[in-house]
């Protein structure tokens, strides 16, 4: 019965926020998608507040004139989003395209037999035709062992990976922690760097 009690916007607030919590805080990789659910969350708000100030407004002309501009921003909403990540098809698929071309020069490039490790797995092991580790633990239990105890470098050492192909920001920021040395591009040899971007596909 007190459950019953809790309004529902309560509940989903409640949970919205734990979820946020448990995604920017627990796991250990920044990504955009954590902010959805408050994204979600504004959204239902917004509803609830124009629907409770819509009670305030007596006279009809009103209320449609607020219609009208509550619609024209949304549509304006819209084509500020699809002007600035959408118009551009290629900017928008242009992690994944420099992923298979990457992964294309190095079919092309590294000796055959090469071991490749990737915190990018999906795409690079998709069209790899070489051996490709999966390096952020996602779809590889052993580099997760390795991570909780901060020995990613030793067990990149110990499966005789000789490349690595990902974003400079991966071994610069999002699994530094998880490494166990402080600076692993002393350590390593650039061979690539097809975008000419420090944090870009190396």
Not at 33 to 39: D, E, T
Not at 109 to 123: E, H, V
Request: proline letters at 3%; glycine letters at 6%; hydrophobic letters at 45%.
């Amino acid at each position: 019965r007190r459950l019953k009690d809790i309004p529902v916007i309560y509940a989903l607030f409640t949970g919205f926020v734990l979820l946020f919590v448990a995604d920017a805080s627990i796991r250990w990789a920044f990504r955009s998608w954590y902010f959805v659910s408050l994204q979600l969350f504004l959204a239902i708000l917004t509803v609830m507040v124009c629907s409770e100030l819509f009670k305030e407004v007596r006279h009809t002309g009103y209320k449609r004139s607020i219609a009208f501009v509550l619609f024209s921003l949304t549509l304006f909403s819209f084509y500020v989003n699809w002007s600035k990540n959408l118009r551009a098809i290629n900017n928008v698929y242009m992690a994944q395209s420099q992923l298979v071309e990457t992964t294309e020069w190095m079919n092309k490039n590294l000796p055959p037999g090469s071991k490749i490790g990737t915190f990018s797995p999906g795409i690079q092991g998709y069209f790899s035709t070489q051996t490709l580790i999966d390096l952020d633990g996602w779809a590889n239990n052993n580099v997760v062992l390795a991570m909780q105890k901060k020995q990613l470098w030793q067990y990149i050492l110990d499966q005789h990976i000789s490349y690595i192909s990902d974003y400079g920001v991966a071994l610069a920021y999002r699994y530094k922690s998880f490494l166990g040395i402080e600076d692993p591009f002393a350590r390593m040899t650039l061979i690539a760097d097809p975008y000419n971007d420090p944090g870009g596909l190396r």
